[in-house]
């Protein structure tokens, strides 16, 4: 079989004449096929340059013909332009072409202006479709790496037809970014829409249905015991931060889904965005404390004997990435070998079976701040996929595919519940219905708790007050 293939620029003559020759070749020869493709005048010459170069030719002009080796593989055998197709022709065929030049510039001309109306009906038609834009930042990070095969699920994004992933990274390269697209594509998900790459703000945040935020400032070895570290760390943060408020208030859709999430200052970056982002609902930010809640359910299960899912409602209230507390006055375990068992939906209190207060107060607190660290030294990397995972926790709840009566903890304002202060993002244990949280009503707050929110808030407090200085010293030296 013998196939053709005619590349010219749609206000060609030579190429609307080596059309009606294939055409008619076409018609006489039953083994004979053609393949047409029509560039734009102002796109001919990069298309034409990146073909020859891609097979080795030599051309100049328009059209570009050469023959498939449909039979052998391999890449096909250059032609070249019109009269050498009208003399292959003769030669084999003993067809010509005897279409005249008043004919050649009309039918040049329907060329073009059915090229245009196609360009305009695919803009039209791409105008059309919405898609789910999700915009996830410092998307160079392993994290990212564990959330994007998991974002294209219906399961996080029930109702939703197509997702566009978009990949800001400030610090990386568009090469690296490049790479990561790639990689996302490869995945073939019926849900991908496309992936954008930004290493700027120029677009950042445009539409966004569900933005996640893994910036993380703290190097490697930091300890957060330098205050002088902290102070620049807290004047890169809000500078960040604000400008990411800003474009979230004015790019972002209304009713965007805002995540923080991370190792260092998150709630104090969720306060930022939200103080910045003054025309969107309070409630569409939040800061994730689910990778908390994991880690103390493993050191509940690791003193239990069970596995880590037979252990439920882990309470982290406070400053996420600070003075936090683990309160398991809700938590449950399931499959507990004890004096007392039942089948696999039973479950008893974690408090009654875990009578050492003491150790709950202390040594277990002190477990669970360190595990994440315990994890790092072993990986020599962050902890990525135990982040990803408390990330897809919440936007699962979030999204109406999780447990309606399923507590999860999160950053939030709290908006006078529990009589905790409002001024500063506190984690408190909430429920999920129909896309909105909720702070769980029926929890109680003693003393001790108590006087521990107060040290989070406090601390909170400074963290913001460091952040409102830094922003007036570079604004002063901005002045002078």
Same mark, same amino acid.
């Given at each position: 079989m013998a196939k053709f293939v005619l590349a010219g620029k749609t206000d060609c003559p030579y190429y609307a004449k080596a059309e009606?020759?294939?055409?008619?070749l076409q018609r006489c020869l039953p083994d004979f096929r053609t393949h047409k493709i029509a560039i734009l005048?102002?796109?001919?010459?990069?298309?034409?340059?990146?073909?020859c170069q891609k097979n080795g030719w030599k051309h100049v002009q328009s059209p570009l013909i050469w023959r498939e080796l449909v039979d052998q593989g391999g890449k096909g055998m250059f032609l070249g332009g019109f009269s050498d197709f009208l003399e292959?022709?003769?030669?084999?065929?003993?067809?010509?072409?005897?279409?005249?030049?008043?004919?050649?510039?009309?039918?040049?001309?329907e060329n073009l202006s059915a090229k245009m109306s196609l360009i305009v009906d695919e803009q039209q038609r791409l105008s059309l479709i919405q898609p789910f834009r999700v915009w996830i930042t410092s998307a160079l990070s392993p994290t990212c790496l564990f959330l994007i095969p998991n974002l294209l699920s219906a399961e996080v994004f029930p109702n939703v037809s197509m997702i566009s992933i978009h990949l800001l990274d400030l610090e990386g390269t568009k090469e690296d970014l490049q790479g990561l697209k790639m990689e996302?594509?490869?995945?073939?998900?019926?849900l991908l829409y496309q992936v954008t790459i930004h290493t700027d703000?120029?677009?950042?945040?445009?539409?966004?249905?569900v933005i996640v935020l893994l910036d993380d400032q703290w190097s490697d070895d930091s300890d957060g015991e330098n205050e002088e570290e902290k102070k620049n760390m807290i004047k890169s943060i809000t500078e960040c931060y604000k400008e990411y408020g800003r474009l979230i208030n004015e790019r972002a859709k209304k009713v965007v889904k805002v995540m923080v999430s991370g190792d260092s200052f998150v709630n104090l970056k969720c306060s930022l965005l939200l103080e910045n982002a003054s025309s969107i609902n309070c409630?569409?930010?939040?800061?994730?404390?689910?990778?908390?809640e994991n880690e103390a359910r493993v050191v509940i299960a690791k003193k239990l004997n069970v596995t880590t899912s037979d252990v439920t409602d882990v309470i982290v209230w406070g400053n996420i990435s600070g003075s936090f507390f683990i309160d398991l006055q809700r938590a449950k375990v399931y499959n507990y070998d004890g004096a007392i068992k039942g089948p696999a939906f039973f479950s008893q209190p974690v408090q009654q079976i875990i009578y050492d207060r003491k150790w709950l107060e202390t040594e277990f607190q002190d477990l669970v701040r360190y595990q994440r660290a315990a994890v790092t030294s072993?990986?020599?990397?962050?902890?990525?996929?135990?982040?990803?995972?408390?990330?897809?926790?919440v936007l699962k709840a979030w999204s109406g595919t999780g447990r309606t009566d399923q507590v999860l903890s999160v950053g939030v304002i709290c908006l006078?519940?529990?009589?905790? @202060? !409002?001024?500063? $993002?506190?984690?408190?244990?909430?429920?999920?219905?129909?896309?909105?949280?909720?702070?769980? @009503? !029926?929890?109680? $707050?003693?003393?001790?708790?108590r006087d521990k929110l107060r040290l989070s808030a406090t601390e909170l407090r400074q963290e913001k007050e460091l952040a409102t200085e830094s922003v007036t010293s570079g604004e002063d030296a901005t002045t002078h």
């Amino acid at each position: 079989m013998a196939k053709f293939v005619l590349a010219g620029k749609t206000d060609c003559p030579y190429y609307a004449k080596a059309e009606l020759l294939a055409d008619t070749l076409q018609r006489c020869l039953p083994d004979f096929r053609t393949h047409k493709i029509a560039i734009l005048p102002d796109e001919w010459k990069e298309w034409l340059e990146s073909t020859c170069q891609k097979n080795g030719w030599k051309h100049v002009q328009s059209p570009l013909i050469w023959r498939e080796l449909v039979d052998q593989g391999g890449k096909g055998m250059f032609l070249g332009g019109f009269s050498d197709f009208l003399e292959h022709c003769q030669d084999y065929y003993n067809i010509t072409s005897d279409m005249s030049t008043e004919m050649m510039l009309k039918v040049a001309e329907e060329n073009l202006s059915a090229k245009m109306s196609l360009i305009v009906d695919e803009q039209q038609r791409l105008s059309l479709i919405q898609p789910f834009r999700v915009w996830i930042t410092s998307a160079l990070s392993p994290t990212c790496l564990f959330l994007i095969p998991n974002l294209l699920s219906a399961e996080v994004f029930p109702n939703v037809s197509m997702i566009s992933i978009h990949l800001l990274d400030l610090e990386g390269t568009k090469e690296d970014l490049q790479g990561l697209k790639m990689e996302t594509e490869d995945l073939a998900a019926p849900l991908l829409y496309q992936v954008t790459i930004h290493t700027d703000l120029e677009l950042a945040f445009q539409e966004a249905d569900v933005i996640v935020l893994l910036d993380d400032q703290w190097s490697d070895d930091s300890d957060g015991e330098n205050e002088e570290e902290k102070k620049n760390m807290i004047k890169s943060i809000t500078e960040c931060y604000k400008e990411y408020g800003r474009l979230i208030n004015e790019r972002a859709k209304k009713v965007v889904k805002v995540m923080v999430s991370g190792d260092s200052f998150v709630n104090l970056k969720c306060s930022l965005l939200l103080e910045n982002a003054s025309s969107i609902n309070c409630c569409c930010f939040v800061a994730a404390a689910t990778q908390l809640e994991n880690e103390a359910r493993v050191v509940i299960a690791k003193k239990l004997n069970v596995t880590t899912s037979d252990v439920t409602d882990v309470i982290v209230w406070g400053n996420i990435s600070g003075s936090f507390f683990i309160d398991l006055q809700r938590a449950k375990v399931y499959n507990y070998d004890g004096a007392i068992k039942g089948p696999a939906f039973f479950s008893q209190p974690v408090q009654q079976i875990i009578y050492d207060r003491k150790w709950l107060e202390t040594e277990f607190q002190d477990l669970v701040r360190y595990q994440r660290a315990a994890v790092t030294s072993k990986t020599c990397r962050t902890a990525a996929m135990s982040a990803a995972n408390g990330i897809l926790t919440v936007l699962k709840a979030w999204s109406g595919t999780g447990r309606t009566d399923q507590v999860l903890s999160v950053g939030v304002i709290c908006l006078g519940k529990y009589d905790l @202060p !409002e001024d500063v $993002i506190l984690s408190v244990p909430v429920t999920f219905t129909a896309g909105k949280w909720s702070v769980v @009503p !029926e929890v109680n $707050i003693e003393d001790k708790l108590r006087d521990k929110l107060r040290l989070s808030a406090t601390e909170l407090r400074q963290e913001k007050e460091l952040a409102t200085e830094s922003v007036t010293s570079g604004e002063d030296a901005t002045t002078h």
